[in-house]
């Protein structure tokens, strides 16, 4: 398994892209809205690594009554999760809620830049809300 992102959570997804490129001199690579998921979200790269690449993912948002708008509102500004990366999500995730780990989503659906994710109830994780993440297949 690998570190895929850290999840930020984060009332101005703008502010918060200036600040990480000054301070850590990351790069954005991708910005999506996924209405699903209810954010606009920035990724900055952190690294390459076999199975595919690390990152910050900074998230935005859609509205109040959305995952990341009641941690917002609950929490404040900070991290929000933390995505492991696997190379079967759908098997990992059947895997995990076959140890007794209660799943957010019992089926894959759409990540940044074309993986497939799927969460795990933080309760059930010693309070850390985490992703799982397929990476999508490099283009050829
Ligand atoms: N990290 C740790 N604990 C969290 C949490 C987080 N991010 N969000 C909520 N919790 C805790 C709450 O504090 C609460 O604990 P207490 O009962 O002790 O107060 C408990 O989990 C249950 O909270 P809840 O009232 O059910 O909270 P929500 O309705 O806000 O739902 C959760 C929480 C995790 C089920 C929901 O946010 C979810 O389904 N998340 C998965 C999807 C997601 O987060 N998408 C955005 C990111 C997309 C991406 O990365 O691409
Ligand atoms: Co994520």
Avoid: W
């Avoid at 790069?27 to 952190?46: C, D, F, P, S, Y």
């Avoid at 995505?83 to 999500?89: E, N």
């Amino acid at each position: 398994m690998r570190i895929d992102h850290v999840g930020i959570a984060c009332h101005d997804l703008e502010e918060k892209i200036a600040l990480f490129e000054r301070t850590f001199e990351l790069t954005v690579v991708a910005r999506e809205v996924n209405e699903e998921q209810g954010v606009k979200e920035a990724m900055l790269h952190i690294a390459d690594g076999e199975g595919g690449g690390s990152y910050i993912q900074l998230l935005e948002p859609l509205g109040p009554d959305t995952p990341v708008g009641k941690f917002l509102a609950r929490r404040g500004e900070g991290v929000h999760h933390v995505a492991f990366g696997v190379p079967d999500v759908a098997r990992a995730l059947e895997e995990i809620g076959g140890r007794g780990v209660r799943l957010l989503d019992e089926k894959p659906r759409h990540g940044s830049m074309g993986s497939s994710i799927g969460f795990l109830h933080p309760k059930d994780v010693g309070g850390m809300l985490t992703e799982l993440v397929q990476a999508a297949e490099p283009q050829a």
